[in-house]
């Protein structure tokens, strides 16, 4: 009964599975997707720009000029502009080219390095808590806000307008180098 072992070797050494259907299951249970063509950043995640963008943990640094009303447009269908440094990568943001902020508003009083958390009472020195490599009106601030240190100012010289509201629903943003990071819904 050697034909067994033969045959055997045979049919394995033919087998080819199709792995292009294959679906992951994390420990949760969650389905973490069936495209395994491409290699995605960070797990494979999928990109939470609109376009470009760069994966900092487990949101995204999208950056992007934007009008009044349109920072969430830098981000994906099902993600939004984020509100914490909750999972964020804060030391890979911040070699990442440009600022990226979080929908975590603050006001300096005159001086951003000690900007605080919250919206702007008075309206003349509203600043955006966030990350990213530029330097130019970009300070570390002595108080955090949402788990950032670092905030922009918001003038005209950092190309960043806050003058219709301290939301970032009421900002624009003038450089093609900042933008806004993005985390998932």
Aim: glycine share 16%; hydrophobic share 30%.
């Amino acid at each position: 009964m050697r034909v067994f072992p033969a045959v055997l070797t045979v049919l394995v050494g033919c087998f080819e599975p199709d792995t292009s259907r294959i679906q992951i299951i994390d420990d949760a249970g969650a389905n973490a997707g069936t495209d395994l063509s491409s290699p995605q950043p960070d797990g494979g995640n999928p990109s939470g720009c609109a376009a470009g963008g760069q994966a900092v943990g487990a949101a995204w640094a999208c950056p992007g000029k934007f009008t009044v009303g349109h920072a969430k447009d830098l981000c994906q269908t099902g993600f939004t502009v984020c509100t914490s440094a909750l999972g964020i990568d804060l030391s890979k943001c911040d070699v990442t080219p440009g600022f990226y902020a979080a929908d975590a508003p603050g006001y300096d009083g005159g001086f951003p390095d000690l900007a605080m958390c919250g919206p702007d009472p008075g309206g003349s020195n509203r600043d955006y808590f966030g990350c990213g490599g530029r330097t130019a009106n970009v300070s570390v601030g002595k108080n955090a806000c949402k788990g950032f240190v670092k905030v922009l100012s918001c003038q005209p010289s950092s190309g960043w307008d806050c003058f219709s509201g301290p939301s970032i629903d009421k900002t624009a943003n003038n450089n093609n180098s900042d933008g806004v990071l993005c985390c998932k819904v």
